[in-house]
């Protein structure tokens, strides 16, 4: 017999219209003998598809039917034919327009037979059971470990009381019971293991008599929760114990409100409390080392500008002294002139030692080497300072200034010296050490290896407000008028400036130690040749590139009285524009690092554009750092510091030139 979609419509009009009325169910019907069915609109939905997607036959339901389900679902089916039972019921999971799984409850009969007893329509529907079966789902697997839980518990007790056993001792903080005098009633398996007691030990004394009191212990949150009849807590340092604890106590009312007995929760929480301690120590470390670094910006501003000054003494006073006789009574004038600037620029120095990046001439360093050396200088003038040296067996090769980690090691020794007015021991150690990511977090260095250089003196020590202010710059516990405050400062910013770190560790009255670490190279050793300080005169032709006029002026004089041509630029367009004129008749620029609106930086690009090869010394009030340091990567030939004198002038011009005609022939 065929049945088309149409009739089935048809036949089902009424019961479906009422049915898909009546619910939010899928309705089916499916004609057997054809396999043609009708999918109501909520049928295709439920499923994530649009009214009519998908083909409306057996096939398709076959097809989004979950493998494991068909066979089970297929012979509830059939069975329902064969024995023409009222109805049949069946869960199966069905594929959805997403992939997923939708567990549906499936409900059906036949309606319509043929006269052999053969099923013609069969109608039905799906109902969406996917929460429920997970809720099932996860109550069985509950109920799985419920059941685990409880063949574990011993024999002779009930299901639930087994259950809360197990809880009990479960827990890993210490849970202990109390009536209304303190007696203790018992403790969890954790109440136990902490003190160390079994129950026959504890039960029925009271919980401050366990740790050898006599009466309750001040803030007692068991006390509290007594008094008050509510919950209580306090976290308090036990002596006893030697830790800290998180005690809280809770009531068990009766329904009248008198308190039966007190459940005393207690937590030891003495990592915890190291370890907020640590974090307040990494955090104060971090905040250090971003003020020092502000500090750094402010002080490198105030060391360039100073230097400028300096500059056109240092320049003025050299000009005159090149024209006086050795007989002049001005000579005398003019070297304490000198002497002045020179002391003048120790203190530029040690404020670039706070300014980011603030170094010299890095070259490779042995720690061991120059850790020596300094003390032995320093031990000839303090002779009442015995000083003790261990240096590490191997060397500990390090990129750095020389002068300045001297200067640094200098202004420990002095620090040491002034803790110990009545004499004392110096020891000086090197050590080879790796520093993990934990340590250097905090002070933000990269992990690696790094030769670790101990100070430690046997002074008078300082307290914790002391050390935590020793780097800070101009704080000093001097006298007034006999010190800056700023060598302990600079002493952290050069190590800071090196990738290194500096840390303090002293007591009143049992000496400090310092330990500086500076990350080791690879790089070898060089030795240097001393070179001749006469003046070396030129002919050649200079532009003099500089923002200041106090700069330019004394620069022109300087190079003037040394037989240069000379010819000034006062920022980065002007020297532009005279590259471009004068092309091959200029023969070397001194170039200002620090400038506005152009920097030399920029301005070094745009002159070696148009004169790839001429020669170019920088100049700067700042140290051979960040930016100048990539300057000279790039093919600048020298640098010269601010304040420079006629002599130091004389010696780097040459140096350049005579270099430059070298590479040319």
């Known amino acids: 017999m065929q049945l088309d979609l149409k009739y089935l419509r048809n036949q089902n009009e009424?019961?479906?219209?009422?049915?898909?009325?009546?619910?939010?169910?899928?309705?089916?019907?499916?004609?057997?003998?054809?396999?043609?069915a009708y999918f109501s609109p909520r049928y295709y939905t439920m499923l994530g598809y649009e009214p009519d997607e998908l083909p409306a036959n057996y096939d398709t339901w076959a097809s989004l039917l979950h493998p494991d389900d068909l066979q089970k679902t297929q012979e509830i089916i059939q069975e329902h034919i064969e024995n023409k039972s009222e109805s049949f019921e069946v869960e199966f999971r069905l594929r959805t327009q997403t992939k997923e799984w939708l567990w549906i409850l499936g409900r059906g009969k036949?309606?319509?037979?043929?006269?052999?007893?053969?099923?013609?329509?069969?109608?039905?529907?799906?109902?969406?059971?996917?929460?429920?079966?997970?809720?099932?789902?996860?109550?069985?697997?509950?109920?799985?470990?419920?059941?685990?839980?409880?063949?574990?518990?011993?024999?002779?007790?009930?299901?639930?009381?087994?259950?809360?056993?197990?809880?009990?001792?479960?827990?890993?903080?210490?849970?202990?019971?109390?009536?209304?005098?303190?007696?203790?009633?018992?403790?969890?398996?954790?109440?136990?293991?902490?003190?160390?007691?079994?129950?026959?030990?504890?039960?029925?004394?009271?919980?401050?008599?366990?740790?050898?009191?006599?009466?309750?212990?001040?803030?007692?949150?068991?006390?509290?929760?007594?008094?008050?009849?509510?919950?209580?807590?306090?976290?308090?340092?036990?002596?006893?114990?030697?830790?800290?604890?998180?005690?809280?106590?809770?009531?068990?009312?009766?329904?009248?409100?008198?308190?039966?007995?007190?459940?005393?929760?207690?937590?030891?929480?003495?990592?915890?409390?190291?370890?907020?301690?640590?974090?307040?120590?990494?955090?104060?470390?971090?905040?250090?080392?971003?003020?020092?670094?502000?500090?750094?910006?402010?002080?490198?501003?105030?060391?360039?500008?100073?230097?400028?000054?300096?500059?056109?003494?240092?320049?003025?006073?050299?000009?005159?002294?090149?024209?006086?006789?050795p007989a002049s009574p001005h000579k005398e004038h003019l070297k304490a002139i000198e002497d002045y600037?020179?002391?003048?620029?120790?203190?530029?120095?040690?404020?670039?030692?706070?300014?980011?990046?603030?170094?010299?001439?890095?070259?490779?360093?042995?720690?061991?080497?120059?850790?020596?050396?300094?003390?032995?200088?320093?031990?000839?003038?303090?002779?009442?300072?015995?000083?003790?040296?261990?240096?590490?067996?191997?060397?500990?090769?390090?990129e750095a200034d020389r002068g300045q980690i001297e200067q640094v090691l200098l202004n420990m020794y002095v620090n040491a010296w002034?803790?110990?007015?009545?004499?004392?021991?110096?020891?000086?150690?090197?050590?080879?050490?790796?520093?993990?990511?934990?340590?250097?977090?905090?002070?933000?260095?990269?992990?690696?290896?790094?030769?670790?250089?101990?100070?430690?003196?046997?002074?008078?020590?300082?307290?914790?407000?002391?050390?935590?202010?020793?780097?800070?710059?101009?704080?000093?516990?001097?006298?007034?008028?006999?010190?800056?405050?700023?060598?302990?400062?600079?002493?952290?910013?050069?190590?800071?400036?090196?990738?290194?770190?500096?840390?303090?560790?002293?007591?009143l009255n049992q000496g400090t130690t310092f330990d500086i670490y500076l990350p080791l190279s690879d790089e070898q050793i060089t030795t240097e040749t001393q070179t001749e300080n006469n003046l070396k005169k030129g002919q050649e032709t200079v532009l003099l590139v500089d923002d200041e006029d106090m700069i330019i002026d004394v620069g022109r004089a300087m190079l003037e009285k040394l037989g240069y041509e000379v010819v000034t630029a006062r920022g980065g367009q002007e020297a532009i524009a005279h590259t471009e004129k004068m092309g091959k008749t200029l023969d070397l620029v001194i170039l200002d690092l620090i400038m506005p609106e152009m920097d030399g930086g920029k301005v070094f690009d745009r002159i070696r554009g148009i004169r790839p090869e001429i020669p170019v010394v920088l100049s700067s009030g700042y140290a051979i750092n960040g930016q100048a340091e990539d300057i000279m990567q790039r093919g600048c030939n020298g640098f010269i510091q601010k304040p420079f004198n006629i002599a130091e002038l004389s010696k780097q011009l040459r140096k350049v030139l005579d270099n430059v005609k070298t590479s040319d022939r």
């Open 110 to 325: 036949v309606v319509q037979w043929d006269d052999d007893g053969h099923p013609i329509l069969m109608v039905g529907s799906h109902v969406n059971i996917n929460k429920r079966k997970h809720t099932e789902q996860k109550l069985a697997v509950y109920q799985e470990q419920l059941e685990l839980m409880v063949q574990k518990r011993t024999l002779d007790l009930e299901q639930t009381t087994s259950l809360l056993e197990a809880t009990f001792n479960a827990i890993p903080d210490v849970l202990g019971v109390q009536d209304n005098q303190h007696r203790i009633i018992r403790y969890n398996a954790a109440g136990y293991r902490y003190l160390n007691m079994t129950h026959e030990e504890v039960a029925g004394k009271r919980c401050f008599e366990l740790i050898g009191r006599t009466k309750e212990c001040d803030g007692c949150a068991t006390s509290e929760c007594y008094r008050t009849k509510k919950p209580a807590s306090v976290v308090r340092y036990e002596k006893a114990l030697g830790a800290w604890l998180d005690v809280r106590a809770y009531p068990i009312l009766d329904d009248a409100g008198n308190l039966l007995k007190v459940i005393e929760h207690l937590r030891d929480v003495t990592l915890e409390k190291q370890s907020e301690a640590e974090n307040r120590k990494l955090h104060e470390q971090l905040q250090h080392a971003q003020k020092m670094e502000s500090l750094g910006t402010l002080a490198g501003g105030i060391a360039h500008d100073f230097n400028n000054l300096l500059m056109g003494i240092q320049g003025r006073a050299s000009l005159v002294a090149v024209d006086l006789s």
């Open 418 to 507: 002034q803790a110990m007015p009545d004499g004392g021991e110096l020891y000086l150690e090197t050590h080879n050490i790796t520093l993990d990511d934990i340590y250097c977090k905090p002070h933000q260095i990269i992990p690696g290896r790094y030769g670790k250089l101990s100070i430690t003196d046997t002074g008078i020590g300082m307290d914790k407000a002391t050390c935590r202010r020793i780097f800070d710059p101009f704080f000093t516990t001097k006298e007034k008028g006999r010190g800056t405050g700023l060598g302990l400062a600079s002493a952290y910013g050069i190590i800071k400036n090196h990738g290194g770190s500096i840390a303090v560790y002293s007591q």
């Open 14 to 36: 009424k019961l479906l219209a009422l049915t898909l009325e009546a619910t939010n169910d899928g309705i089916w019907a499916w004609h057997v003998p054809s396999g043609e």
């Open 341 to 398: 600037v020179r002391s003048a620029t120790e203190l530029t120095k040690q404020l670039l030692g706070l300014a980011r990046g603030g170094k010299y001439e890095v070259k490779p360093v042995e720690i061991s080497e120059l850790m020596l050396d300094s003390a032995a200088m320093f031990g000839r003038t303090r002779k009442e300072i015995k000083i003790h040296t261990k240096p590490y067996q191997e060397p500990l090769v390090v």
